[in-house]
């Protein structure tokens, strides 16, 4: 069956027997697809049902299909003829495993972060009827995404409508972990009511046709605050705010999504349709473990199990070991996620510290505000967080922590590039974004020890510090480099003279290869560490100004208002006698791929630099 999809709508011609082989199909292909390129499983198995009903009930690209995360469109990618792109999923210059524009046309919003589809579709709801136009608009939200405030912010804002606008709450009742929160407990109340008697507009039509029911009785109904009413209209948090709730819908029912879908697409105003879906559906393992499935790398069918087996610690095992190590020594300290415990290394935290182990749910505008309260009642928060992620807190760093100069540790976890994510993921605007930021402190540790003494460094500062830190291995040599961190000290590791090169972070290890390949060509060369990216250690900067020629910062983070632009402002200012190259990642957007591959396209591999350096410094000495 899947042979016969070779572009969108091709499904249309297929029977029903025939489309109940077609999610078969999808399954298998899926399933042997992601076990040799790795990446989202278990949603995707989860969606497949509901998104051949969209596809059988919507035009595309006419119609808008929104994902949220955008993380379970694999069998989307695969109705809109894009099977091919599986051979190289994630892998830099194949398909990316999120929507994009630009791949496809029946892509109608980029996504990678969550709690974006209802907003998004709620503007392509007001640009249609603005310009006239006539398509329907679906966006398609998770109940883990649904726990993030933009989602509420956008219900609010599309209550007012008059015209039609499907919302698919797609509930599995999981996040990447088990779901957390209010919304999650009311949504698993609704799961037991019965579809049909849940259209609440069957119900009231229903009642109308009674002739001793009239409206005032429908309007008791609806105002009592009894637990009958429930079961009589439920969805009522949606429909109180004026979205027609229908559901909930057994999600893994095709005649019946499509039912429903005519159903929704009937009303002209919000319409939130909550369908019940199983994550990891169809493939054993996935169904048993969908956390370990929800982002795996390549794994065995058989067993499921993963196929590159644990090696040596990496920076968030680390991380993950040390907090609770702190944590078990100081009992103020306490743990925040935004539903990311096993991603950012708090599991272990959240099994032996309970009480001061809080997941807010994908709300990191929240966690940080949240932590900011924390750190004003006199605990010591530590929210660990990945870097692309913190990014939708900015505002609140700035107005609820920094401004007060609130002691809040953040733990920047996948900082620099990561890979296979792509645009929407890779950390590498939060050294620009925090160095900016007044009264914060900004480190980066070259290794798993120095990780290890800047946490307990942070955790004892008072005021706002952030630690960033990469996703993989943890560089693990240089260990009897472990002098002690010092407020704004960087850190000499070798001396010589003409060229010093300046490394943060996780970049010392690049810069380490760069300064061996000088000094294999001849090369006075000088190796340091910067620790710090705010306060910059100015006196260092004056110290290599004495006997160098030029000064090479490296680091993986956006040229722009990044530290080697603060170097650079440093040096021009004072009039420091050094050339400054930075070695730093373009004003632009990095893509998927293999980490390595996107060093040496963006140039910050250790050749690319080593040629730069030479190149420049040559230039330097010649006088040109
Ligand atoms: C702002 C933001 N924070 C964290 C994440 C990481 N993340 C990706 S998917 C996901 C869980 C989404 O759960 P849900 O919406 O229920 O989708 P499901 O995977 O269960 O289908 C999380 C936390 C993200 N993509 N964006």
Request: glycine residues 10%.
């Amino acid at each position: 069956m899947l042979e016969r999809i070779q572009r969108e709508n091709d499904i249309k011609e297929l029977d029903i027997e025939e489309l109940y082989e077609l999610s078969g199909e999808i399954r298998r292909f899926l399933i042997e697809k992601i076990s040799k390129t790795g990446g989202h499983l278990a949603s995707n198995l989860g969606v497949v049902e509901l998104t051949m009903a969209m596809h059988l009930m919507f035009d595309l690209p006419k119609d808008k299909i929104i994902w949220d995360v955008g993380h379970q469109s694999y069998t989307h990618k695969l109705l809109t003829g894009r099977k091919a792109g599986f051979e190289d999923l994630r892998k830099y210059g194949g398909m990316s495993g999120f929507p994009k524009r630009k791949e496809s046309e029946c892509d109608a919003f980029d996504t990678g972060h969550s709690s974006t589809s209802i907003s998004a579709g709620l503007g392509y709801v007001e640009a249609r009827d603005i310009r006239g136009e006539d398509y329907s608009v679906i966006s398609v939200i998770g109940d883990g995404s649904l726990t993030g405030g933009m989602a509420y912010e956008a219900l609010n804002n599309a209550s007012h409508l008059k015209t039609n606008f499907i919302i698919v709450l797609n509930d599995n009742h999981m996040s990447i972990s088990e779901n957390v929160g209010g919304m999650s407990k009311y949504l698993a109340k609704l799961r037991t009511a019965d579809f049909y008697t849940g259209l609440k507009r069957g119900v009231t039509n229903t009642l109308h046709k009674v002739p001793v029911v009239g409206d005032s009785v429908i309007e008791k109904i609806r105002r009592t605050k009894s637990s009958i009413k429930q079961l009589v209209v439920p969805g009522m948090f949606f429909e109180d705010m004026g979205i027609t709730y229908l559901g909930p819908v057994p999600g893994h029912n095709l005649p019946l999504l499509c039912k429903a879908f005519k159903e929704a697409g009937k009303i002209n105003g919000p319409v939130l349709l909550h369908v019940l879906t199983e994550k990891g559906k169809g493939y054993g393992p996935a169904e048993e473990f969908p956390e370990k499935f929800h982002g795996i790398g390549p794994f065995d069918i058989e067993t499921g199990d993963a196929l590159s087996k644990k090696g040596k610690d990496t920076y968030t095992d680390v991380f993950g070991k040390v907090i609770c190590d702190i944590a078990a020594h100081n009992p103020d300290v306490a743990a925040i996620t935004a539903a990311m415990a096993d991603g950012t290394g708090l599991d272990r935290f959240r099994r032996m510290f309970r009480k001061r182990f809080f997941d807010v749910g994908i709300a990191e505008a929240h966690g940080v505000t949240f932590a900011a309260g924390l750190a004003a009642g006199g605990v010591k928060p530590v929210f660990a967080v990945y870097s692309s992620f913190l990014q939708r807190a900015y505002d609140q760093i700035i107005h609820d922590v920094a401004l007060q100069n609130l002691p809040v540790v953040f733990a920047v976890d996948r900082a620099g590039l990561v890979g296979n994510d792509g645009e929407t993921h890779q950390g590498i605007f939060d050294l620009s974004y925090l160095s900016s930021i007044p009264n914060m402190v900004v480190m980066s540790p070259k290794h798993k020890w120095e990780l290890a003494d800047m946490l307990r460094f942070a955790v004892a500062y008072d005021g706002p510090v952030a630690v960033r830190y990469p996703r993989g291995t943890a560089y693990d040599r240089y260990e009897e480099f472990r002098a002690p961190v010092v407020y704004g000290r960087s850190e000499m590791i070798y001396e010589e003279e003409d060229i010093a090169v300046l490394s943060v972070g996780h970049m010392f290890e690049e810069a380490v290869g760069v300064w061996k390949s000088l000094k294999e060509k001849g090369y006075r060369c000088t190796l340091a560490n910067a620790r710090f990216v705010k306060p910059l250690d100015e006196e260092m900067v004056e110290r290599l100004g004495r006997n160098h020629r030029l000064l090479v910062t490296i680091e993986e983070n956006v040229q722009s208002g990044g530290f080697g632009e603060h170097v650079l402002e440093y040096v021009s200012r004072r009039k420091v006698p050094l050339h400054v190259l930075t070695a730093a990642l373009p004003d632009d957007y990095v893509e998927h791929g293999n980490i390595d591959v996107l060093r040496k396209e963006t140039g910050i591999d250790r050749q690319s630099i080593t040629e730069r350096i030479i190149e420049t410094y040559t230039k330097v000495v010649e006088g040109i």
